[in-house]
């Protein structure tokens, strides 16, 4: 049993003083903590309040003064443990020699609980950082640590830059070891360094600078300053001083340089850019990170086995820390190649063993008799070497690709993986063969190891009986290779039992609850056979977007195929749709599961498909094989930017890209999204715009897009409206944006002219909706409920956005836009094919100023499209009918006739 904290009041002696934070507005309002099986009244509990999320901890650390029990930890009210956690942490306490101690720890994310330290097997041990890393303590939360030693670590340090840390190194540099309980765990519900996807810290400018200008650097150089210092008065004396070295956490204040570098790298990875460095920071902010990894040692940056996860680092990170070290953005390890294997080396030291850099397998289909295989490796190959598919003996070349595999921080290309297609025949046989991917180098030849990074891969490693059938055969992976035998029932039968015996064992249960669908569908699957199945979906929680229309019209055709729109059971959309007579899928039932693995056809407005159905990247692993749908793309907003990221081939294995401009067909030809080849990309027009009918009334639409740095992640599903911000309010996004719809100059121009102004929030942002101020002439509108896009749209009279696609819907029906790209707030995409400058279709603003003086005018005038932006909409969209839906539908029947299951 879990238990958490209440309030004991004791004036007795204590043994543990217990400093238990509440954040917000939750203040002693945790679980009991009488059930601790550590005597209570030996228990002294100081409760205080939180208020500063840049500096978590500051009221935990005034508080240790006040202290009186022989040891002291740091908790959250929301921690959970088990009941005897204080007793086994005071135990580890009083171990000889031990500076503290300290649990396992783990963040539990609503995806997945991670674990703070990866500990491949748990155990108690006692760890001396200055001899080994595979454990090390980052902050003092959790830790147990004698009073008086705490209070005199927090006297010297806390009012200097990161008081934490500075405070373990000075406990360390004392006395280098502690006890490690990996057997106890800690749950902790304030997110840290490591959890950058979650820790709100990573959304000020301040924790990109501060931690390093005032407290890394100055530390790191101090102990480099001092062990020049030392190493000449060893010389002179012939004896070291290891007051003057601090030998004993020199190495550990190297990893937390190595965690804190990895930490910010990994908050604005790809997508995850925050955008709070500016473009031109990025080059400085480097020579910065480039001057810190100086004092790192490069063994230390290369063998992340002798460290804890959050100093730990993937091999492609490990080579851009290696090129900032060495300030070379050329350099690569070289290979050395023997007959026992082959392994790169950086100056001589393992960077790792070529078995650890395997070759990512993305997409692998079965058409026209060949096998056809999508991938990436690592570009570390020298010109001398090869790879090559190997499949019965024979070996088939690598076409490479230019398709997105890059790898950005902050916004910026750190390097890029090589991508491939390749395509391997399969002759009829009965044999089994093996599929590999080889390394040829002069006369060796190495066999690779797989990855499978994407749904798409058909296997997974964690489930050794996963299989995927094809034409006459079953395939499976082992060490070796991909397996390819002939499909059998009496051996299909034994690797589904086996896998779902896998399934069962799986440690912490995580996939239990997949095994009655899973074993249902293997049962159903000669019903699902004869059958043609249509998936139609949106947002989930919102529907009224491109699939909905589409499903709309394709319900009416009478053609054999079934067809199911999804969506959440509680939003507003199904019990409209409910009342129109239409009986929409309902998200996370048991049919809805059924569906989704026996669909032919996948038709989406949004990217990342699996995850819109609950199937992330964890728990789609043990049903990879039994998928088979192709995906149709009909478009949220226009795929004119530099959105290969989420929109390449392979994201969804997109079969149909349904467009409505020639330039979104030049930005989606770009070699960059490798859909040349495959027929995929149709001019037809969206479904969306069928809907579209201009009944303009005057109202003024406010419709901008949301930014990175102004939502919380993904925490539950990408089908899941966000949580609510606490700290939006302290945006520039919101800043700015409420200073517009209340600022007196527009209001007082929008009841002379009679107008009424619509504010409607992006998705993302709607959980905000009731921090923006009122008044009675703007309407805030969140885009979740019941509202509708398509009545908004076409009773509006004029829109106001910024980067976000609505803009082609007004376009579309020839009504003014104004852009807003304010100073204020970054650029969320970069462009593409569609340049602002010379084929917006209205104004561009940099300023609510400027803004509201064009608003006043175009209200003025009666809300008229010019004929330079009118002229620009006629040579943007193919079509501006109402036919789209009839346009599409036959490609997509086509489509299903010739596909190949």
């Not at 003083?17 to 209570?40: E, R």
């Not at 390819?484 to 034994?494: A, I």
């Not at 038709?603 to 990879?624: E, Q, W």
């Not at 839906?885 to 997509?892: K, S």
Request: charged share 25%.
């Amino acid at each position: 049993m879990k238990k958490g904290f209440t309030e004991i009041m004791n004036t007795a002696a204590y043994d543990i003083t217990v400093i238990c934070a509440g954040h917000g507005d939750s203040c002693q309002k945790a679980p009991a903590f009488a059930h601790q099986t550590y005597p209570a009244d030996r228990i002294q509990m100081l409760y205080i309040q939180e208020e500063d999320f840049v500096f978590p901890r500051r009221a935990s650390l005034m508080a240790i003064s006040r202290a009186c029990g022989r040891y002291t930890i740091l908790l959250d009210e929301e921690d959970t443990f088990d009941t005897d956690f204080l007793e086994r942490m005071y135990q580890g306490a009083e171990s000889s020699c031990a500076a503290f101690s300290m649990s396992a720890q783990v963040f539990p994310r609503v995806k997945r609980v991670v674990q703070y330290f990866a500990q491949k097997v748990p155990s108690d041990q006692t760890i001396d950082v200055s001899r080994e890393l595979t454990v090390f303590p980052m902050e003092l939360h959790g830790l147990m640590i004698p009073t008086d030693v705490l209070q005199e670590a927090c006297a010297k340090y806390l009012t200097s830059p990161q008081p934490e840390k500075q405070m373990l190194l000075y406990i360390l540099g004392k006395n280098p070891v502690f006890r490690f309980l990996g057997t106890l765990q800690l749950s902790y519900s304030i997110p840290r360094e490591c959890d950058p996807e979650y820790d709100l810290r990573c959304l000020t400018h301040e924790w990109y600078y501060e931690p390093f200008h005032q407290f890394l650097l100055p530390a790191l150089q101090a102990r480099a300053a001092r062990d020049v210092s030392a190493a000449a008065a060893a010389k002179a004396s012939d004896q070291t001083d290891p007051a003057l070295t601090c030998a004993d956490t020199d190495r550990m204040l190297q990893a937390m340089a190595l965690h804190m570098i990895n930490a910010r790298l990994f908050a604005n990875a790809d997508n995850r850019n925050k955008h709070i460095l500016e473009p031109e920071e990025v080059l400085p902010y480097c020579r910065l990170l480039t001057d810190i990894l100086q004092y790192v040692e490069t063994p230390l940056i290369l063998c992340p086995d002798e460290q804890c996860l959050p100093a730990s680092s993937t091999p492609q990170r490990k080579l851009f820390l290696l090129r900032l070290k060495k300030n070379d953005f050329s350099y690569y390890p070289t290979l050395h190649c023997t007959d026992q294997g082959a392994m790169l080396l950086c100056d001589g030291v393992e960077f790792c063993d070529f078995a650890q850099i395997p070759l990512r397998l993305i997409q692998l289909d079965y058409r026209g008799g060949c096998l056809e295989a999508d991938g990436a490796y690592l570009d570390f190959i020298p010109p001398e070497a090869q790879i090559l598919a190997k499949f019965d003996g024979t070996y088939y070349p690598l076409t490479l690709n230019q398709r997105y595999s890059m790898t950005k921080y902050f916004g910026v290309t750190a390097f890029r993986m090589k991508t491939f297609h390749t395509t391997v025949p399969v002759a009829q046989s009965d044999r089994q063969r093996i599929l590999q991917f080889v390394l040829k180098v002069q006369e060796r030849e190495y066999v690779l190891d797989y990855a499978f990074p994407s749904q798409g891969s058909r296997f997974a490693k964690d489930f050794g009986y996963a299989y995927w059938r094809f034409g006459p055969y079953l395939s499976y992976w082992q060490k070796d290779g991909i397996h390819v035998v002939r499909s059998r029932k009496l051996t299909v039968l034994k690797k589904e039992i086996a896998l779902w015996l896998q399934m069962w064992k799986k440690k912490d249960g995580f996939y239990r609850y997949q095994l009655p669908t899973k074993i249902i569908n293997f049962l159903l699957r000669p019903y699902f056979a004869h059958q043609k199945i249509w998936l139609f979906l949106d947002k989930i929680y919102k529907g009224g977007d491109s699939s909905e229309y589409m499903y709309r019209y394709a319900v009416k055709q009478n053609d054999g195929i079934k067809k199911y729109y999804l969506l959440d059971k509680a939003s507003a959309d199904y019990a409209r749709m409910r009342k129109e007579g239409y009986r929409p899928l309902v998200r996370g039932t048991l049919r809805h599961r059924l569906v989704f693995l026996n669909a032919d056809m996948v038709i989406a407005s949004n990217s990342t498909v699996f995850a819109f159905n609950d199937y992330p990247f964890d728990r789609s692993l043990p049903i990879r094989g039994d998928v088979h749908f192709d995906v149709a793309c009909v478009q949220h907003g226009m795929s004119v930017q530099k959105i290969a990221i989420a929109q390449n081939r392979l994201r969804d294995n997109t079969r149909l890209y349904f467009c409505a401009s020639k330039y979104e067909i030049k930005n989606l030809s770009k070699p960059v999204y490798d859909y040349a080849g495959y027929d995929a990309l149709k001019l037809t027009g969206v479904p969306r715009y069928d809907g579209l009918v201009n009944r303009a009334e005057k109202i003024l639409v406010i419709s901008p897009t949301w930014r990175m740095q102004s939502a919380l992640p993904v925490t539950r599903s990408e089908g899941v409206s966000r949580d609510f911000n606490p700290h939006f309010k302290e945006t520039n996004y919101f800043k700015v944006y409420n200073s517009l719809i209340n600022d007196p100059r527009l209001l007082d121009a929008a009841r002379r002219y009679g107008y009424r102004i619509q504010y409607v929030l992006h998705p993302i942002i709607s959980p905000q909706h009731e921090d923006f101020d009122k008044n009675d002439v703007v309407e805030i509108i969140p885009s979740i409920g019941d509202m509708s896009y398509e009545k908004i749209f076409c009773e509006g009279a004029l829109m106001v956005t910024d980067f976000s696609g609505v803009q082609f819907d007004f376009a579309y029906m020839r009504k003014p836009v104004i852009y807003l790209h304010h100073h204020d707030i970054p650029q969320h995409y970069e462009e593409g094919t569609f340049f602002y400058d010379t084929m917006g279709f209205g104004e561009i603003c940099h300023t609510n100023d400027e803004l509201i003086q064009v608003l006043c005018r175009y209200m003025e005038h009666d809300c008229v499209m010019p004929e330079l932006y009118r002229k620009r909409a006629d040579d943007f969209f193919a079509y501006s009918d109402h036919n789209n839906c009839a346009r599409i539908y036959p490609i997509m029947l086509e489509h299903e006739k010739n596909r190949e299951r």
